[in-house]
């Protein structure tokens, strides 16, 4: 008895182990079906420590991806122990909804809605990335995983913290300032034939000569040029010592009749008015620029200092005391005026006429005017 009895059991186990067998086999016959496909995660910025990253998850949904099913991104302990955070979720697809960082803040949960096979799904959301671990030029690497309720496997990408690279670069500032000397003959100042030159001047010397009442006026230019690297260009600006004077202490009064015109009122010039009782009439001296970009603030000149546009003839303005008055100026960088002569811009001229009445006391006038070049870096 007891031997059929234990052969009976054996049967029935047997029995009972194949029964068990065959719903199991019927599983491996038929493999679950992914949820997820093609899983990649972009960032905004790489550095470490950097905030306000937008990190973008993206995937397409399998076949196995249903309504209703909730989606977890879930970041490793080591980007949470260096400082790094999830901070704030930005937007997601459609076909997500009620995306959010639950507490421990380790991880991102959308719920799916109306998805469906080969869908885009996406979610955008804000991360403070994580203090760098490796040594210089050897990334942090973190692998963000990506599960669904109804996935069998885990998906996976990888985002890398690495230093930016710094480029650095060292360009040493430039000027050069040069005055050259303008024959006479060589140009009319303005385009104004009136203004042509008829005294030749050097670089370091201006001289007229022998003023004579019934020749003048007697004008004279330099070439200004200018080469600089700064960015917000130069001034050039140029004032005088003194008026004209003698060694009798007589003076030749600035342009015009000793009223000092300023370069917002420049006007054409005027030859003194010699009136017997006023010493300030009896002759004057002046300047202009032809760079047309001078003002007060060295801004495009809209109101015409220096050339009457109407009448086409030059503009002309007086010295007051030694007070600097711009003669050339730019907003930027310059090039070589050697190599690309730009009028107005690299190089320009300014002219300086000087006219006496036959009342203006005979001696030896001189006077020493002295330029500056200011660029702006």
Same mark, same amino acid.
């Given at each position: 008895?007891?031997?059929?009895?234990?052969?009976?059991?054996?049967?029935?186990?047997?029995?009972?182990?194949?029964?068990?067998?065959?719903?199991?086999?019927?599983?491996?016959?038929?493999?679950?079906?992914?949820?997820?496909?093609?899983?990649?995660?972009?960032?905004?910025?790489?550095?470490?420590?950097?905030?306000?990253?937008?990190?973008?998850?993206?995937?397409?949904?399998?076949?196995?991806?249903?309504?209703?099913?909730?989606?977890?991104?879930?970041?490793?302990?080591?980007?949470?122990?260096?400082?790094?955070?999830?901070?704030?979720?930005?937007?997601?697809?459609?076909?997500?909804?009620?995306?959010?960082?639950?507490?421990?803040?380790?991880?991102?949960?959308?719920?799916?809605?109306?998805?469906?096979?080969?869908?885009?799904?996406?979610?955008?959301?804000?991360?403070?990335?994580?203090?760098?671990?490796? !040594? /210089? $030029?050897?990334? %942090?690497?973190?692998?963000? =995983?990506?599960? #669904?309720?109804?996935? *069998?496997?885990?998906?996976?990408?990888?985002?890398?913290?690495?230093?930016?690279?710094?480029?650095?670069?060292?360009?040493?500032?430039?000027?050069?300032?040069?005055?050259?000397?303008? !024959? /006479? $003959?060589?140009? %009319?100042?303005?385009?104004? =034939?009136?203004? #042509?030159?008829?005294? *030749?001047?050097?670089?370091?010397?201006?001289?007229?000569?022998?003023?004579?009442?019934?020749?003048?006026?007697?004008?004279?230019?330099?070439?200004?040029?200018?080469?600089?690297?700064?960015?917000? $260009?130069?001034?050039?600006?140029?004032?005088?010592?003194?008026?004209?004077?003698?060694?009798?202490?007589?003076?030749?009064?600035?342009?015009?009749?000793?009223?000092?015109?300023?370069?917002?009122?420049?006007?054409?010039?005027?030859?003194?008015?010699?009136?017997?009782?006023?010493?300030?009439?009896?002759?004057?001296?002046?300047?202009?620029?032809?760079?047309?970009?001078?003002?007060?603030?060295?801004?495009?000149?809209?109101?015409?200092?220096?050339?009457?546009?109407?009448?086409?003839?030059?503009?002309?303005?007086?010295?007051?005391?030694?007070?600097?008055?711009?003669?050339?100026?730019?907003?930027?960088?310059?090039?070589?005026?050697?190599?690309?002569?730009?009028?107005?811009?690299?190089?320009?001229?300014?002219?300086?006429?000087?006219?006496?009445?036959?009342?203006?006391?005979?001696?030896?006038?001189?006077?020493?005017?002295?330029?500056?070049?200011?660029?702006?870096?």
């Amino acid at each position: 008895m007891k031997k059929i009895f234990k052969t009976g059991m054996a049967f029935m186990l047997v029995a009972s182990l194949a029964l068990a067998l065959i719903p199991l086999l019927g599983i491996a016959d038929n493999e679950p079906t992914e949820s997820v496909l093609d899983f990649t995660i972009t960032i905004s910025d790489s550095a470490p420590e950097a905030d306000g990253v937008e990190y973008y998850a993206s995937w397409v949904s399998g076949e196995g991806m249903e309504d209703g099913q909730n989606v977890y991104l879930t970041f490793p302990d080591e980007f949470f122990t260096r400082d790094g955070s999830l901070d704030t979720i930005i937007d997601d697809s459609d076909n997500l909804t009620g995306c959010t960082i639950p507490a421990p803040e380790d991880s991102v949960r959308c719920d799916a809605d109306g998805i469906e096979e080969n869908d885009e799904v996406w979610v955008e959301f804000e991360v403070t990335n994580p203090q760098k671990d490796a !040594d /210089a $030029g050897t990334a %942090d690497t973190y692998m963000i =995983e990506l599960a #669904t309720d109804g996935d *069998t496997e885990v998906h996976t990408a990888q985002v890398a913290i690495i230093e930016p690279v710094v480029v650095t670069a060292n360009i040493d500032a430039t000027l050069n300032f040069e005055v050259l000397g303008v !024959d /006479a $003959g060589e140009i %009319d100042l303005h385009g104004d =034939e009136e203004s #042509t030159v008829n005294t *030749t001047s050097l670089p370091d010397l201006i001289d007229f000569g022998e003023i004579n009442p019934d020749d003048g006026p007697y004008i004279a230019a330099q070439r200004l040029q200018v080469k600089t690297n700064a960015t917000e $260009g130069y001034t050039v600006t140029v004032f005088q010592d003194g008026d004209l004077e003698s060694a009798a202490g007589d003076i030749i009064s600035p342009f015009n009749n000793g009223s000092v015109v300023s370069p917002s009122n420049s006007v054409i010039w005027e030859g003194p008015d010699g009136i017997l009782d006023n010493e300030e009439t009896w002759g004057h001296f002046g300047y202009t620029t032809q760079d047309l970009h001078v003002s007060e603030s060295c801004l495009e000149n809209e109101e015409g200092y220096f050339f009457d546009e109407t009448e086409t003839l030059a503009k002309w303005a007086g010295f007051d005391e030694d007070n600097e008055r711009t003669v050339m100026c730019y907003n930027g960088p310059v090039p070589d005026p050697g190599e690309n002569d730009i009028e107005n811009v690299n190089y320009t001229y300014v002219g300086y006429q000087v006219e006496v009445s036959q009342l203006q006391p005979a001696g030896y006038y001189n006077n020493t005017l002295t330029y500056i070049a200011t660029p702006t870096f």
